[in-house]
């Protein structure tokens, strides 16, 4: 299996570079490879090559990789004398590099915000049109809109501004919609993590991926993706279920911790008014786990109103409690039987109890020859320093 490798892709009269004309070498000799790849947030890699000194010139810092399928995203090279390793994200990574910055709003009150409202695939567009593929039309109707007095040299500053933010990234019109009726306030956030959780509340997930020799304008495509439900439950689907006593399982890791749930939030507005939301029933008790966010709006201007308690909840969105299973499944089936997304059954031989739940992330591993995939069903918890970031992201850091 053949890696192939490219240069970085640049903005030339118009036009992305074409894949294959930016191709600089391919190989199948790879001593190492592990990727992890997320439904609906960025994943990661890490490939080992033989170290050869005549490679090093070839391998750039922020070029691609194509590998079994996947499209990668170079941020890291070293080397030993031994083996040269690449390490980076695959190129969902490359809306790691744009934050949500471009763009007004018509909401009165949500100044500083760009909301957005419609279906989840209009609401991404919206952020991936105004933040990575700003067309030279975008650029000039903003200017009009808001630079009608300024002079040439500052409206040229504009554009070459707004026109260095562009990434070698399209939409994808054969999307799924996801909700029908979906709204978002960005605000100084990754573009990675706006899109994320649309996909996580729509319950859908993306991808960015490219196509040889047909996008010359635009690389890579971001395309919004459904799972297919192979339950136990349905009878549309050939059904796949995970259980050790079938022989399908080498290894399986439950996980279930609140480590992460906050279900009461103290929501502080731009006028210090402090406003208690739930997430979900009212909790009470020791089941009652409580935070404060800050959100730049009024809490109780009619134009916003809904928008506060909707950005408030989102603040800690990725904080819940967590259920995960952690598979080694025994037969390859991954690409085949299911993939990423799908909705699949854990039988627990001890309860006999049934789960369904998503895959939402998949570990290819290849050393010495053997290839091992590992599944993860379910939410899990997020790292410290994804909670970090997270948290200070957009200035709404969590008190405590």
């Known amino acids: 299996m053949f890696a192939k490798f490219f240069d970085t892709p640049v903005f030339v009269d118009g036009a992305w570079s074409d894949l294959k004309d930016i191709l600089l070498f391919a190989t199948d000799e790879i001593?190492?490879?592990?990727?992890?790849?997320?439904?609906?947030?960025?994943?990661?890699?890490?490939?080992?090559?033989?170290?050869?000194?005549?490679?090093?010139?070839q391998l750039k810092i922020n070029g691609i990789i194509n590998y079994d399928r996947d499209w990668l995203f170079v941020q890291g090279i070293s080397h030993n004398g031994s083996t040269i390793t690449l390490t980076g994200k695959d190129c969902k990574g490359l809306l790691d590099l744009r934050i949500t910055e471009y763009g007004g709003t018509s909401v009165a009150g949500a100044e500083g915000y760009d909301v957005v409202s419609g279906t989840t695939a209009q609401c991404v567009k919206h952020y991936l049109d105004a933040n990575a593929v700003i067309g030279d039309a975008d650029i000039e109707a903003y200017i009009q809109a808001h630079m009608p007095t300024a002079t040439d040299s500052e409206k040229n500053a504009t554009r070459a501004a707004m026109r260095a933010r562009r990434l070698p990234v399209s939409w994808n019109s054969e999307s799924v919609s996801g909700l029908v009726s979906d709204s978002y306030m960005a605000r100084l956030e990754y573009l990675s993590e706006v899109i994320s959780k649309l996909c996580d509340g729509a319950d859908i997930g993306y991808d960015v991926a490219g196509v040889f020799g047909t996008l010359h304008s635009h690389p890579f495509r971001l395309t919004l993706l459904s799972g297919t439900d192979r339950g136990f439950n349905q009878s549309a689907n050939p059904r796949v279920i995970f259980t050790p006593s079938w022989g399908n399982v080498r290894s399986m890791t439950f996980d279930h911790s609140v480590d992460e749930l906050y279900n009461m939030i103290y929501a502080v507005d731009v006028n210090e008014s402090t406003s208690p939301i739930p997430r979900g029933d009212m909790p009470s008790g020791v089941m009652r786990r409580e935070c404060t966010v800050s959100v730049s709006v009024s809490s109780t201007d009619p134009s916003t109103r809904d928008y506060f308690a909707k950005y408030a909840l989102e603040q800690v969105e990725s904080n819940t409690e967590t259920h995960s299973y952690t598979i080694e499944p025994s037969v390859s089936g991954y690409g085949t039987d299911y993939t990423l997304g799908d909705i699949v059954t854990v039988l627990e031989p001890a309860t006999g109890n049934k789960y369904n739940a998503t895959i939402t992330e998949v570990t290819k591993t290849y050393a010495q020859g053997r290839q091992d995939i590992t599944i993860t069903l379910g939410t899990q918890k997020k790292k410290p320093l994804q909670k970090i970031v997270n948290d200070l992201i957009s200035g709404t850091a969590r008190r405590r």
Do not use: D, I, N, Q
């Open 31 to 57: 001593v190492e490879y592990s990727y992890t790849k997320r439904w609906s947030s960025v994943g990661e890699f890490s490939m080992a090559l033989p170290y050869r000194k005549e490679l090093l010139p």
